[in-house]
């Protein structure tokens, strides 16, 4: 059992995580859980052996010099809590590290090892993929399950993609097995600008976080950020004329295809966000469910399997079956996944079974 001791009973804790790599075009859903980590001041309680998930020569450790000290650095993953406070307060449990190289059921259990000590009520994976989105129209950001009480509820999508998954999808599946509600928010990244970082992604997953669990958070200069970012890239864009043109294209098939919804549903999101930031009103219900002893809620099957890697006995095997499209590991494109596909995945929010994207924006999985 996992011992935690400085941390305080938390309030309605909800974690949030986001992993660098595969998962994380521009590093936007690593750089907004850094965001809440930063504005919260949140403290470290535990970090994730490094020699049990991580290859070394993938992954390299660095070495700085602290006062003449030589110290090393190694890969891993950092536990921490914030307290957000206001009217009504809750607390953040924040999960952010990089994705692992090995021995992947056992991280996710350990991870959901420190949600049942904690009472995690939810778990909200963040994540990142490239697609053909213009960035002169707002991120499309998806969020998906794979519960469907869960998509009733809370208005999301029901992920039903297979293929190759990374961390996130794999997470999302232990959660479901475990009994812990789970969601995956997912921004689509212009594959013509992928290099790190990318605030306006970083922005749009924290306000969609906003919405789906009812906390305001402190955007600090993120929005200019966002604004700084995207007139430099307009300003790239200008001095190509193919790339301007090609941006153009994108543009059009964009507004064609929102139509309909720009003028109804989504303005009335933003609006409905603009008055909770104006007046701190609540916003939409979040679900219940804790994580419990032995991974076990709701009656749902908790039963263990052996981990032969590690020889320990862990919570049974989650079953990877949901994923974005169109992301190559890394901040760069996949070769052999179809852009357009992925593109048309993470505006559209529809699931694929062809193996390119089965819940809208995902990287690679979901």
């Given at each position: 059992m996992i011992e935690l001791e400085g941390v305080p009973e938390l309030i309605d804790p909800v974690m949030i995580c986001a992993f660098e790599g595969w998962n994380d075009a521009g590093d936007a859903a690593s750089s907004a859980v850094g965001h809440l980590d930063r504005e919260w001041k949140g403290e470290v309680f535990a970090a994730l052996d490094a020699e049990d998930y991580y290859d070394f020569q993938v992954n390299r450790p660095t070495v700085w010099l602290d006062g003449g000290v030589r110290k090393v650095t190694w890969p891993t993953t950092r536990l921490?809590?914030?307290?957000?406070?206001?009217?009504?307060?809750?607390?953040?449990?924040?999960?952010?590290?990089?994705?692992?190289?090995?021995?992947?059921?056992?991280?996710?259990?350990?991870?959901?090892?420190?949600?049942?000590?904690?009472?995690?009520?939810?778990?909200?994976?963040l994540g990142a993929l490239l697609g053909d989105t213009p960035h002169t129209r707002p991120v499309p950001v998806s969020g998906v399950t794979s519960d469907a009480d869960l998509a009733r509820t809370m208005d999301l999508e029901e992920t039903r993609y297979e293929g190759?998954?990374?961390?996130?999808?794999?997470?999302?599946?232990?959660?479901?097995?475990?009994?812990?509600?789970?969601?995956?928010?997912?921004?689509?990244?212009?594959?013509?600008?992928s290099q790190p970082p990318n605030p306006k992604a970083a922005l749009a997953l924290l306000n969609r976080l906003e919405d789906l669990i009812d906390l305001r958070v402190p955007l600090g200069e993120l929005a200019e950020d966002a604004r700084a970012w995207q007139l430099g890239v307009d300003q790239l864009a200008a001095e190509d004329s193919e790339v301007a043109e090609y941006v153009q294209s994108l543009e059009e098939a964009r507004d064609t295809a929102e139509l309909?919804?720009?003028?109804?549903?989504?303005?009335?999101?933003?609006?409905?966000?603009?008055?909770?930031?104006?007046?701190?009103q609540p916003g939409p219900g979040q679900p219940g469910g804790h994580a419990t002893e032995?991974?076990?809620?709701d009656g749902r099957d908790g039963s263990y399997l052996r981990d032969t890697s590690s020889g320990r006995t862990r919570p049974r095997k989650p079953t990877a079956k949901d994923?974005?499209?169109?992301?190559?590991?890394?901040?760069?494109?996949?070769?052999?996944?179809?852009?357009?596909?992925?593109?048309?995945?993470?505006e559209g929010g529809k699931d694929r079974e062809d193996g390119n994207d089965g819940d809208e924006k995902k990287d690679g999985e979901e």
């Amino acid at each position: 059992m996992i011992e935690l001791e400085g941390v305080p009973e938390l309030i309605d804790p909800v974690m949030i995580c986001a992993f660098e790599g595969w998962n994380d075009a521009g590093d936007a859903a690593s750089s907004a859980v850094g965001h809440l980590d930063r504005e919260w001041k949140g403290e470290v309680f535990a970090a994730l052996d490094a020699e049990d998930y991580y290859d070394f020569q993938v992954n390299r450790p660095t070495v700085w010099l602290d006062g003449g000290v030589r110290k090393v650095t190694w890969p891993t993953t950092r536990l921490s809590v914030v307290r957000t406070g206001g009217a009504k307060p809750r607390d953040l449990v924040l999960v952010r590290g990089i994705e692992p190289s090995m021995r992947w059921r056992s991280y996710c259990n350990e991870i959901l090892g420190f949600a049942h000590e904690l009472g995690v009520e939810m778990v909200v994976v963040l994540g990142a993929l490239l697609g053909d989105t213009p960035h002169t129209r707002p991120v499309p950001v998806s969020g998906v399950t794979s519960d469907a009480d869960l998509a009733r509820t809370m208005d999301l999508e029901e992920t039903r993609y297979e293929g190759p998954t990374g961390i996130v999808g794999i997470l999302q599946e232990a959660c479901a097995h475990a009994g812990v509600p789970a969601v995956s928010l997912w921004a689509a990244v212009p594959h013509y600008v992928s290099q790190p970082p990318n605030p306006k992604a970083a922005l749009a997953l924290l306000n969609r976080l906003e919405d789906l669990i009812d906390l305001r958070v402190p955007l600090g200069e993120l929005a200019e950020d966002a604004r700084a970012w995207q007139l430099g890239v307009d300003q790239l864009a200008a001095e190509d004329s193919e790339v301007a043109e090609y941006v153009q294209s994108l543009e059009e098939a964009r507004d064609t295809a929102e139509l309909p919804e720009a003028s109804g549903e989504a303005i009335a999101r933003e609006f409905e966000r603009y008055l909770r930031r104006r007046d701190g009103q609540p916003g939409p219900g979040q679900p219940g469910g804790h994580a419990t002893e032995g991974g076990v809620a709701d009656g749902r099957d908790g039963s263990y399997l052996r981990d032969t890697s590690s020889g320990r006995t862990r919570p049974r095997k989650p079953t990877a079956k949901d994923e974005p499209p169109g992301l190559r590991p890394g901040p760069g494109r996949d070769p052999d996944r179809d852009a357009k596909g992925a593109a048309d995945d993470a505006e559209g929010g529809k699931d694929r079974e062809d193996g390119n994207d089965g819940d809208e924006k995902k990287d690679g999985e979901e």
